[in-house]
């Protein structure tokens, strides 16, 4: 930690204080500069101050030097350079080194700076193409969606800024035709991003900034004039990086603080801020935003009952998603009205969330409109109502089929976790453009040594969805007590969310009812338990749970529902759909270890090949592009060409509007 001070003694002790108020987790040092002031105060105070190495220049350097002079002294793996004029609030320091530990491809990060009254001073900078540049936010509410999301920045201040200290030396530091001050911090990004490294806004860095206490704010008098000679030098330097990446003072804000001059933007909507360890179509959401943000795609979130959540929208946030909810006054229309010109894509993720959101999205953006359905639930429905002989489950049925058929035809793309849903689409709707995507990916599981001794059966779901419930009873009233009379005293585990009273009341000797379980939970079962059951015998689309038991190498079996959508499975994992054929499939796997390792070995290689990371993102991708493609087209078209589909299928918003959905 390097802080260059030049008079200024109390505010210097009050940052030395509020570093041994908010001390990270990690050993630090810290170096203090005296850089030769001659002034009334009496500096020697700070050798009175424990824990700290104090240099002290011969000669005022200025900031610049100060900083490079330390910096040649600091022994940590990275520089944390601080005004003395600041001060530490909790966690500070640790949420950079995390951000910096957990994004090799970036080389630098900044804090939020508010001034003492908590209003917001600086949430990463912005250059324009004139080398100007923004403090983002300066004088906003600090809570406000668009300032605590991790994102890339120009730059941000180096009044509070974490470097590597291999990057920061290997580009000789601060360069010294910016002394003593103004623009090195600006410069330093540039040239780091010339390097093909990236520099980060981390918002959980919060440090309080009393800007100008060492140099003031005037512009024309002392060391702050070299702030306007400075900009020129930078126009001077990087004037066609400028015209290249930057924009016109002020212009395209949004766009702007996130450097997406040359990206895609994307709003995606959905039903509440992504609960991925809880829901499988969280967790699908998930891997369609995560492949866009690995195909650097800008991502914007608004969740529908725009209700914040401290765990789920922290988590999104700290992914580079700004999810737009209750923090900001203002509806989705009066949104869109604002910036949806700087979209390129909007992604509505259900069929009643679209009929919710169709209307505004028609009269307030220009971008190409996408829709993921998650599952047909039109089927889904449909298979319960069949399978239970429910009639007002049928007609339920036959409403969402007329919802989701009237959705498709204001889509320029629809997307679907199968071929086989896709296809479906296109034979109900042969001029909705309909696209199979990959579902979700998984990471890559190292190989099962052996299978665990103990007889117990795994069954993942969460328990808010009528598919499951059902799932679970079955396997409990029918299955286990067939594989008991064969095997004897088998454990069995219902593991997820939202576990109803029916559920609940299966809990007994043999039967575990977790209810939630962290992913660290989720993983420590999955690699205790002999075998996993997916015993569905109604649902559409392709099974989360299915995905993770083979991705981790948990021998499966499952029926033909949950085996949907998933091409080949049925040569890797037994699918059964009667009772004693999934009764043998089980006694085989708790019973044969030769014929368990060989399954494990087969999950997992099936999971790479077909639910890679890389495979997912070229899958999303590509459906979106398709949907560009189709827009393009159509506005080359002759207006009494044109379908009236999607942009131009005015006279749908009113039945869309009003009409009644059935539940999921």
């Known amino acids: 930690?390097?802080?260059?001070?030049?008079?200024?003694?109390?505010?210097?002790?009050?940052?030395?204080?509020?570093?041994?108020?908010?001390?990270?987790?990690?050993?630090?040092?810290?170096?203090?500069?005296?850089?030769?002031?001659?002034?009334?105060?009496?500096?020697?105070?700070?050798?009175?101050?424990?824990?700290?190495?104090?240099?002290?220049?011969?000669?005022?350097?200025?900031?610049?030097?100060?900083?490079?002079?330390?910096?040649?002294?600091?022994?940590?793996?990275?520089?944390?350079?601080?005004?003395?004029?600041?001060?530490?609030?909790?966690?500070?320091?640790?949420?950079?080194?995390?951000?910096?530990?957990?994004?090799?491809?970036a080389a630098m990060a900044g804090s939020k700076l508010l001034f003492a009254d908590r209003r917001l001073q600086e949430a990463g900078g912005i250059v324009w193409n004139d080398a100007s540049a923004w403090n983002y936010g300066r004088g906003d509410d600090p809570s406000y969606p668009e300032y605590n999301y991790?994102?890339?920045?120009?730059?941000?201040?180096?009044?509070?800024?974490?470097?590597?200290?291999?990057?920061?030396?290997?580009?000789?530091?601060?360069?010294?035709?910016?002394?003593?001050?103004?623009?090195?911090?600006?410069?330093?990004?540039?040239?780091?991003?010339?390097?093909?490294?990236?520099?980060?806004?981390?918002?959980?860095?919060?440090?309080?900034?009393?800007?100008?206490?060492?140099?003031?704010?005037?512009?024309?008098?002392g060391p702050k004039t070299a702030q306007v000679t400075n900009q020129a030098l930078m126009l001077q330097r990087w004037g066609e990086t400028l015209a290249r990446e930057h924009y016109p003072n002020g212009s395209d804000v949004l766009r702007a603080r996130d450097r997406a001059r040359h990206r895609r933007v994307v709003l995606v909507i959905d039903h509440y801020a992504l609960e991925p360890d809880r829901d499988a179509g969280s967790r699908s959401t998930m891997g369609i935003i995560d492949s866009l943000l690995d195909a650097g795609w800008m991502v914007k979130y608004w969740p529908l009952n725009r209700l914040y959540s401290p765990v789920y929208t922290v988590a999104m946030e700290r992914r580079g998603i700004e999810v737009l909810d209750q923090r900001r006054p203002g509806d989705l229309r009066a949104w869109l009205t604002e910036h949806g010109e700087a979209l390129d894509h909007l992604l509505v993720n259900r069929p009643d969330t679209a009929a919710e959101v169709l209307p505004h999205l028609m009269w307030h953006a220009d971008a190409v409109l996408s829709f993921y359905g998650v599952d047909l639930h039109f089927e889904r429905l449909r298979r319960e109502a069949e399978l239970t002989g429910n009639a007002a489950k049928l007609r339920e049925a036959a409403t969402m089929e007329r919802l989701e058929r009237r959705v498709w035809q204001n889509f320029d793309v629809v997307m679907y976790p199968s071929k086989e849903e896709a296809e479906t689409v296109r034979a109900m709707s042969p001029d909705t453009l309909a696209c199979d995507i990959v579902p979700f990916w998984s990471e890559a599981y190292p190989p099962r040594e052996a299978p665990p001794a103990r007889l117990s059966i795994l069954f993942v779901a969460g328990f808010a969805h009528p598919p499951n419930v059902d799932a679970a009873l079955f396997l409990i009233g029918q299955v286990m007590p067939a594989l008991e009379r064969e095997v004897g005293p088998v454990s069995v585990v219902l593991a997820g969310s939202n576990p109803t009273e029916a559920v609940r009341a299966l809990a007994g000797l043999k039967?575990?009812?977790?209810?939630?379980?962290?992913?660290?939970?989720?993983?420590?079962?999955?690699?205790?338990?002999?075998?996993?059951?997916?015993?569905?015998?109604?649902?559409?689309?392709?099974?989360?749970?299915?995905?993770?038991?083979?991705?981790?190498?948990?021998?499966?079996?499952?029926?033909?529902?949950?085996?949907?959508?998933?091409?080949?499975?049925?040569?890797?994992?037994?699918?059964c759909n009667d009772v004693p054929d999934i009764v043998a499939a089980l006694k085989r796997l708790l019973t044969d270890d030769a014929a368990w390792m060989a399954q494990s070995?087969?999950?997992?290689?099936?999971?790479?090949?077909?639910?890679?990371?890389?495979?997912?993102?070229?899958?999303?991708?590509?459906?979106?592009?398709?949907?560009?493609?189709?827009?393009?087209?159509?506005?080359?078209?002759?207006?009494?060409?044109?379908?009236?589909?999607?942009?131009?299928?005015?006279?749908?918003?009113?039945?869309?509007?009003?009409?009644?959905?059935?539940?999921?």
Not at 160 to 179: T, W
Not at 537 to 558: D, H, Y
């Open 1 to 105: 930690m390097i802080i260059s001070t030049y008079g200024q003694l109390a505010a210097s002790l009050a940052c030395l204080q509020s570093i041994a108020d908010h001390a990270p987790r990690c050993p630090i040092e810290v170096i203090v500069v005296d850089d030769a002031y001659k002034g009334d105060e009496d500096m020697g105070a700070l050798r009175e101050v424990g824990g700290i190495i104090l240099l002290r220049h011969a000669s005022n350097l200025g900031f610049l030097l100060s900083c490079n002079a330390a910096a040649r002294m600091a022994r940590g793996r990275y520089l944390y350079l601080l005004n003395n004029d600041t001060q530490l609030q909790p966690g500070s320091i640790d949420a950079l080194v995390d951000l910096l530990e957990a994004r090799p491809d």
């Open 150 to 221: 991790v994102r890339e920045a120009d730059y941000c201040s180096g009044a509070s800024l974490m470097v590597r200290r291999a990057c920061f030396e290997a580009l000789g530091g601060f360069d010294e035709a910016f002394a003593p001050a103004y623009y090195e911090d600006v410069d330093l990004a540039f040239r780091l991003r010339a390097q093909g490294m990236r520099v980060l806004y981390e918002p959980r860095s919060v440090v309080i900034h009393h800007e100008g206490l060492s140099h003031g704010t005037d512009l024309a008098i």
């Open 511 to 575: 039967v575990e009812v977790t209810g939630y379980v962290t992913d660290e939970e989720l993983d420590a079962l999955y690699h205790r338990h002999r075998a996993a059951i997916v015993p569905l015998r109604f649902g559409a689309g392709v099974k989360g749970k299915v995905v993770e038991a083979l991705s981790r190498g948990l021998p499966l079996i499952t029926t033909s529902i949950g085996s949907q959508g998933i091409p080949g499975l049925a040569a890797v994992v037994p699918v």
């Open 601 to 664: 070995s087969a999950q997992l290689a099936f999971a790479q090949r077909v639910f890679s990371r890389q495979a997912m993102q070229r899958s999303i991708v590509a459906a979106l592009e398709a949907g560009e493609a189709r827009v393009r087209s159509r506005e080359a078209q002759p207006a009494a060409a044109q379908p009236p589909t999607g942009h131009a299928a005015q006279e749908v918003r009113a039945p869309l509007a009003s009409m009644a959905i059935g539940g999921e």
